[in-house]
């Protein structure tokens, strides 16, 4: 069996978290640049409201997370059997589940 040295292990630790922090300053960035974006077209009179349609927005990814919860829940069931493993498939299973019930819900009293 082959040692590794102190700096590789040392490298292989700081990795992730250089990863992390690069990560969260392009994130930062971009929020930070949007947000002075829209106080600019505010204040020169250019700034129209997104619209957002939650309705279809609750449909879409209720459907998708249904549909890969319930993959993931077939599968992890078949391979690992009854285990807390299975919590992955079954999260977004309920999450789509419930995200579609809204949906209905919604869409019922509009008619």
């Known amino acids: 069996m082959q040692q590794t040295s102190a ?6 630790a700081i990795i992730p978290i250089v990863g ?7 994130v930062f960035f971009y929020i930070f640049w949007n947000h002075k974006h829209t106080e600019l077209l505010i204040k020169s009179g250019l700034w129209v409201k997104p619209h957002f349609n939650l309705t279809a927005f609750c449909l ?8 890969v919860g319930l993959a993931l829940t ?6 690992i059997g009854s285990n807390l493993g299975l919590l992955g498939g079954i999260i977004p299973l309920a999450l789509g589940i419930g995200l ?5 819900i919604v869409h019922g009293t509009r008619t």
Request: net charge neutral.
């Open 20 to 26: 992390i922090v690069m990560g969260s300053v392009v």
């Open 100 to 104: 579609l019930a809204y949906y209905w």
């Open 60 to 67: 879409l990814t209720g459907l998708l997370l249904s549909t």
């Open 7 to 12: 700096a590789v292990q040392i490298i292989i």
């Open 74 to 79: 077939v599968f992890l069931s078949i391979v």
